[in-house]
């Protein structure tokens, strides 16, 4: 029998909303330094790749490109909430390097399954691969690392036989869920709907590892230690597998907080990204 109180509590471990009672706030200010960025910067808003109601995306461009890829940078809110309407500043320090950035919108459950939102974002990142002829460095937050990782490990030739082989060369997960088995405990499954199976299928972890690419697991130092762990096993079992792997924790930062640096051109975390893609 195993010790039923040494047993992480998946409902506190992942309910960020309950851990970080401010959250009404911050998810406030993304919108409103959101809205700011797109009245100053050089945009192309609302750029369709599907013909789902959310299937599009928002590019931000620089004024001078000094990139080899375009970054796709995919939101969170567990699959079922918030739109790239709260994200555009993610692209401000990005663009102030000189790479272009595409903040991605998806279908949300219950609408769709988690499943068919991944499959999304592989008809995104094609779809701007075939425009621009670029590689695309996958960002992503939370519920977004873990499709950020899903493109990283995506076999493209399923996706699309014309397309080359690394579509998503690199990919950088902040605050990702790699494994979704965990969230079938939680009443964060009662929109998502997962089974057991379905959960491990729709889990990177548990994807053949994209041998000798480039996966970026980064979390907030103040997280729960189911986030740390998330982040951590799956650099420890892809890095075993041939995947250049790389883990980081950002000091005092909780799940909300984490991506503040995105804003910034000179955070680590941007410099980091802008050099995934080559800038």
């Not at 663009?95 to 592989?122: F, K, M, S, T």
């Not at 959960?199 to 230690?225: K, N």
Request: net charge negative.
């Amino acid at each position: 029998m195993t010790d039923s109180s040494t047993a992480p509590d998946y409902e506190v471990e992942y309910n960020n909303r309950a851990r970080v009672p401010e959250h009404p706030g911050i998810i406030a200010g993304w919108a409103r330094d959101a809205a700011a960025y797109r009245e100053v910067a050089v945009s192309e808003l609302g750029v369709r790749y599907g013909e789902g109601p959310r299937q599009s995306y928002d590019l931000f461009k620089p004024e001078a490109v000094k990139s080899q890829a375009i970054v796709l940078f995919i939101h969170g809110g567990y699959w079922q909430a918030l739109d790239p309407s709260f994200f555009s500043h993610m692209a401000r320090g990005l663009n102030l390097r000189g790479v272009p950035v595409a903040v991605a919108g998806y279908d949300l459950c219950p609408q769709v399954e988690v499943g068919h939102i991944v499959w999304e974002l592989q008809q995104a990142a094609a779809a701007i691969w075939r425009r621009y002829n670029l590689p695309v460095v996958a960002a992503g937050h939370s519920a977004g690392g873990q499709l950020s990782a899903c493109l990283l490990a995506t076999d493209w030739g399923n996706v699309d036989a014309k397309l080359p082989d690394q579509v998503v060369p690199a990919a950088y997960g902040i605050s990702g869920l790699y494994n979704l088995k965990p969230l079938t405990e939680t009443s964060i499954n009662k929109a998502l709907g997962l089974t057991m199976e379905g959960a491990e299928r729709e889990s990177p972890l548990f994807w053949p590892a994209p041998s000798g690419l480039v996966m970026d697991a980064v979390v907030g130092g103040a997280e729960s230690a189911e986030y740390l762990k998330q982040s951590r096993r799956l650099t420890d079992v892809w890095g075993l597998e041939g995947v250049r792997t790389r883990y980081e924790e950002i000091d005092g930062a909780n799940h909300f907080t984490v991506i503040a640096g995105l804003a910034d051109p000179q955070n680590a975390m941007t410099r980091r990204i802008a050099e995934l893609a080559g800038a």
